[in-house]
């Protein structure tokens, strides 16, 4: 059964939300400062689906400060859990305890919900905006003491937590999962093979099912990672018929099972209809990206200079994409790959500070102020690193900002903040 645990700091209603949670009305145990309780772990059923709640309130507080207890309490539930709710008391705002723990979160490898508790009112929903500083991404307004939104809450937390808890390999500390994309007879077989025959294959086809090996752990530059979905690679599985459609559903399921995707491009031939519809899937995933551009041994000087334009059209959505040419045929430049991946994912899981961001901000928007609509020129009044895998970036506004503009803080962040190789989105709210 997946775990889900709840962290907070004390009198934020940890307890009342558990019950909620459970479904019953009674408390678990009273919250007890320096208690520890024998049992912190209950079974909840919601929709049908059964999970275990880790009830992390009797820990609290100990010699070393409630900060410290609180981030300890906080770790243990990263470790522990498949997914994490952290609450925080919507009436009082973020403290300098909560800020711990969310500090400690924001590392975390599995899904966190943030609860702003004790809201009791609608009026108070507007007050929990504030907490987006967190950066634990979107507030979730409750009331756990008169079930407030209780129904919605626990929607989402089915939505977080996995359908199975998490596999020996492991989502945390594991080997980063990596996708191999890209159109039939583009090499993806050839430079899988490539990849498991020049480094060592460690755990040759990891077993997904009884009946089909699945991914393939490799080393690459020091560094285990998990190629998921290479069975199909591996076997050149042939359709005869739909194809193409069922080649697209088995590249999306590896995309969305995926980290980092390496889309592989044929250098030899013009960008085709089908690279293109495999880029928007990786873009619309939100995956960080790495492009290889395959076959380099068949690229002479022409095709080189035909490449310049055919490239510029064709990559216009991911012009942050590193690009890595290769051949799976000679090996040139495969050893690129493990770098380049890693740049992406650091990208991907970057996170720059909401003091940095508003400062970068004010001095850009003070050059370039958003163009006036209908009279009035919107201001931006805070951004937020609302998430990462991907980066996203919340601005609050006080009135609609055009896509152009939107595009232009976009590629002025990158300049900035670089971010290569993952997909950065901006988000806008407009606050009346
Ligand atoms: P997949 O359908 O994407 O898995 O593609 P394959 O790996 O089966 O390769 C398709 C064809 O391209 C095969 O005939 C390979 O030998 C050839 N091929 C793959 N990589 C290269 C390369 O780097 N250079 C050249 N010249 N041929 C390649």
Redesign the pocket.
Known sequence: KPVLAVVGRPNVGKSTLVNRILGRREAVVQDTPGVTRDRVAYDALWNGRKFTVLDTGGWEPSADGLAGAVAAQAEYAMTHSDAVVVVVDATVGATATDEAVSKVLRRSKVPVILVANKVDDDRLIADTASLWSLGLGEPFPVSALHGRNSGDLLDAILAALPESPKDTFGVQGGPRRVALV??????????LNRLTGENRAVVDSVAGTTVDPVDSIVELDGQLWRFVDTAG?RK?VNFASGTEYYASLRTKAAIESAEVVIV?LDA?DPIAEQDLRVLTMVVDSGRACVLAF?????VDEDRRHAMVRELERGLVRVPWAEKVN?????GRSVRKLAPALRTALNSWDQRVSTGQLNSWLSDLVAATPPPVRGGKQPKILFATQASTRPPTIVLFTSGFLEAGYRRFVERKFRETFGFTGSPVRISVRVRE
């Not at 890209?182 to 430079?191: A, E, R, Y």
């Not at 395959?294 to 068949?298: A, E, G, I, S, V």
């Not at 290769?326 to 000679?330: D, F, G, M, Q, R």
């Open positions: 890209g159109k039939p007879n583009v090499g993806k077989s050839s430079l690679l050149r592989l030899s395959n076959k380099w041994d068949l290769v051949s799976a045929l000679t």
